[in-house]
């Protein structure tokens, strides 16, 4: 919507594609996300058959570990036939064609507490398997400024998407099971998830002088041409849901985007959108336009 108000010379049709375009680029990283525990899985792997020959090639009786590689979440997701036709349809962004990144992230994790406690563990389970790599997801993948720095090289929007779909991976990491077969989320539950966000867009974008001058009159002592962009266009895209999208909750669609203001806009501008949305809302239900 930004881009939008930015590039007024762009049709409907175009930025909806481009919305589109966008979305499915969120549910690649989740994929992309997802394929770092195998991938690093392989790449211990290899470490680990080393390790063994050259035990071997000693005369060492006592060979390294293998319950590291042997782990039945990191199995499951490379078993997942999703996952599998996910990452054979990439042309180009594959793990493995960045050793070097998963050689450190590898390194990384070896010397995390989480690690050594697993591999000395008398344990053997599936949910201790879990529970290893969603630790070790938190510590080492989740907040990790080289990865990110990495994953921008991909693509320059991903930075923004990257915390909501590390709670999608974290959920999932949660949930799959390789005996039950459970497998990773769709891009979308329903058709009718998909076609929200482009209706909640292309209503925005079509009403926006309508929202606008609605919130220029209740801006009280601000005058709406020094509005931040990005407060007004937050507002819009909040009416636009209010308006349009009945089964929401007009608190609850108020708190989500005074949230996505203190994202990006100015925290401090928090107070003052609520006071005008809070108007907005108060002016459409008097003149019968919501009931909600």
Known sequence: ?????QNEGASLQKALKELDNSLMDAYKLYCYMLLIIPEVTDFARDVYETACEQARTLGRRELPSSKFVDNRLAAALEENEDLRKFSENRKNHQWSEVAEEIR?????????????TYIN????SMEEDRSLWMALYRKCIQDNEELEDFLEQWSIYWNDDKPIVDTFVMKTLRNIDNEKGTGIMPAYDTDEDHQYALQLFEDALLNR???ENMIARNTRNWDFKRLPLMDV???VIAIAEIMTIPKID??????EYLNLLKDYGDPKS???????????????????????
């Open 1 to 5: 919507m930004y881009a939008y108000y």
């Open 104 to 116: 450190s992230l590898y390194k990384k994790i070896i010397g995390t507490e989480e690690y050594q």
């Open 121 to 124: 563990s008398a344990e053997n």
């Open 209 to 211: 002088t309508e929202y």
């Open 233 to 235: 266009v937050i507002m």
């Open 250 to 255: 007009v608190k609850v669609s108020i708190n």
């Open 270 to 292: 928090v107070g003052y959108v609520n006071g005008i949305l809070d108007s907005v809302i108060d002016q459409m239900r008097k003149e019968g336009r919501i009931a909600k």
